[in-house]
């Protein structure tokens, strides 16, 4: 069943065309990203599933609601997190959960929500004094007070630490098995890779790609590249009678072997039948990175 539905969405502000007839539809229960460069079109996109925006042309269904015609209702079925937010200073933790939680007609338990955040220790806490992370947490918290059946998440790590970005992706798979759809917008690879079931890359409001992130660096290049010092000399024509095996070149006292397919088992079967051990051995398989710069022309950061 699709909770999302994105035909031919187009969004210009004056001369500028944001969104150029991006289309997309988001399964129940997945984690679906949006990948794109600053500037992309990416929070336009998510801003006219949320109903922030109208687009100028294009339909959108979100748990079969046109956001334009019933945003009430769907207020009470989306939860979003936005790019940026912000509340008062003086605010309290508990104060603003008990706030958005008399928004909706059937409220998760936001003690609840809190507690899986581990954010109950904040509750007296005014937002000015939380950390990134702890307003990172509420900001999720808020997203999903009103118990929806779809979260939009943008930029979720933008500003954090290592450790609290990990945290958070913990978090965001917790929230995913509890059956919330997430439609997540970043400019993270690893985030991209880590948390989504399938990428919808944007680039200059076109959408240049949709699949899962395996399926977009298979795409570009499925070969792996095994690097290692030999302990003895070798044959090169042992490992190229692989049949997982395409290449073997020499770099220095290094040996570089491109193949596909289950690879590094096949190789190391081999020089262990002959007693060669090896050191610096390191595996190299092309990346979401990669990937981006071959449909794009261009890395993310550019």
Known sequence: MAMIEVENLVKRYGDHTAVN???FAVEQGEIFGILGPNGAGKTTTAECVEGLRTPDSGTIRVCGIDPRRNDGELRHLLGAQLQESDLPDKLEVGEAMELYSSFYR???DWRELIETLNLTGKLRTQFRRLSGGQKQRLSIALALVGNPKVAVLDELTTGLDPQARRDTWDLIEAIRDRGVTILLVTHFMEEAERLCDRLAVIDAGRLVALDTPAGLVSRVDDRQRIRFRPSAPLDHAVLTALPEVTSVERAGSQLVVTGTGNLLLAVTTVLA?????????????????????????????A
Do not use: K
């Open 106 to 108: 059937e409220p998760a």
């Open 273 to 301: 039948r002959d007693r060669i051990t090896v050191a610096g051995l390191r595996v190299e398989q092309t990346t979401l990175d990669d990937a981006f710069v071959a449909l794009t022309g261009r890395p993310i950061d």
């Open 21 to 23: 007839g991006v289309g």
